[in-house]
């Protein structure tokens, strides 16, 4: 039997997965986006239509207790230890259509070619199928790998809720056929220990192999981060016109003075030998209801988020911020609180598997280059389980969560092939 599929059999893969990326898209387009939400409708049609193109090629398609999606192609060697290929079917609302879906089309298409030459892999290939991988729907990120590696914090389960239903993560998971009581324990629903490999196709989500007109990205890791989701800073309202500079407790200029001392020190960090930093202010809001054009604010909510390649970063970055709200809210007579700070490590890619991708872009004569992640994905999760990971990044013009991405299938088709020698 042969071990490998050839061109022709790749190209019958290829076919499949652009019949699907059309499909799943129209039946999951809102009008304006994308929108497949966490264990909702727009999920569930993409992996029903996955599922049943899988049974299609006659391979067996199991879900475990969170309705995680395994398609299995049997190898030669059921003593080895399966490598496991995949990403999530979720998209952020009205998002784009190649996110997440690229990398799962892109293990189906490699399955697919396997089947068409009548080939069989050295080991068994399994396509993961994930779920609930954007925190845009419950504010927790990767729900479904971390479900199936026993590190979901069960909190999460109960406080988180849905942004458009308002309902927990429990009761979705629940009317969706999960098995909640297996999930609510930090047993995992598969020993990673037993896993040879995981290896992730994804858009990059980034500029940077368009900026160098390459295709394909090797990932070299995944940044890790330091969020809080919410902080406040509370001034005094004061009239802007009597109040003079001296007495004011203006909760703007107090956050302002934050944000500009935090980017100073992105600023150092930068230009630091190997400095690697971003930092976000993201929602930043005032009372609409208490403030006006003649008001001293009073009040100014607002969010952050740090991600770095390198821990000691992080933790300079969470310590400075810290510091500085101390310092200012001492100064200007305002006070700052803050939700707990949250994070995860960064998580370094398999450096045995990034040669072996290398290898495979040089015998293929893809056109690639190294380059980190700044978003984070569920191959960081699979390498923070002790998994050995890889991801494939594949060009993508106008980011990623928007309407507006636009991978082309030529390079969807060479990481597919990629993934396929991989393999």
Not at 187 to 209: S, T
Not at 213 to 226: D, E, F, K, Q
Not at 275 to 299: I, K, M, Q, W, Y
Request: glycine share 10%; aromatic share 6%; proline share 5%.
């Amino acid at each position: 039997m042969r071990t490998a599929p050839d061109e022709k059999a790749l190209q019958v893969g290829l076919s499949l997965a652009g019949e699907l990326f059309e499909t799943i898209g129209k039946r999951t387009f809102d009008g304006v986006g994308f929108t497949r939400a966490a264990y909702g409708e727009g999920e569930q049609i993409a992996h029903d239509i996955v599922a049943g193109a899988a049974r299609d090629l006659g391979l067996s398609v199991e879900v475990d207790a969170a309705l995680n999606m395994s398609v299995v192609l049997r190898g030669e060697d059921a003593g080895l230890k399966p490598l496991v290929i995949g990403s999530h079917l979720d998209a952020v609302p009205q998002g784009g259509n190649f996110d997440g879906l690229a990398g799962v089309l892109a293990g189906l298409a490699c399955l697919a070619a396997y089947r068409s030459a009548g080939a069989r892999p050295p080991r068994d290939v399994v396509l993961l199928a994930i779920r609930a991988e954007e925190s845009a729907w419950f504010g927790a990120q990767h729900i479904g790998s971390r479900a199936l590696l026993g590190t979901l914090d069960g909190r999460i389960l109960h406080e988180s809720r849905r942004v458009d239903t308002g309902q927990t993560l429990f009761e979705h998971m629940r009317e969706a056929g999960a098995d909640t009581s297996r999930i609510a324990g930090t047993a995992p629903l598969v020993d990673p220990r037993g896993l040879r490999g995981y290896l992730e196709l994804h858009i990059e989500q980034g500029p940077l192999l368009v900026d160098k007109g390459l295709p394909l990205g090797i990932v070299t890791g995944i940044r890790g981060n330091r969020r809080c989701r919410r902080l406040a800073c509370r001034g005094e309202y004061a009239h802007s016109g009597t109040e003079p500079r001296a007495s004011r407790h203006d909760a703007v200029f107090a956050v302002s003075e934050l944000v500009t001392r935090i980017d100073e020190l992105w600023r150092v960090i930068e230009e630091e030998e190997r400095g690697d930093l971003v930092a976000t202010f993201g929602r930043f809001s005032t009372n609409p209801a208490a403030h006006s054009v003649t008001t001293v604010p009073g009040e100014v909510e607002f969010s952050f988020d740090a991600r770095s390649h390198a821990p000691e970063t992080l933790s300079r970055v969470e310590a400075a911020l810290t510091r500085e709200m101390e310092r200012i809210a001492a100064r200007r007579g305002v006070s700052f609180l803050h939700d707990a700070f949250t994070g995860d490590d960064p998580a370094p890619m398999d450096a045995a598997f990034q040669r072996l991708l290398a290898e495979g872009c040089r015998r293929l004569s893809i056109p690639a280059m190294p380059l980190p992640s700044g978003a984070g994905h569920d191959a960081g999760d699979f390498a923070a389980a002790g998994v050995p990971s890889a991801m494939i990044f594949v060009r993508n013009e106008h980011g990623s969560h928007n309407p507006r991405e636009a991978m082309s299938f030529d390079d969807f088709a060479l990481g597919a092939r990629l993934m396929t020698w991989f393999v």
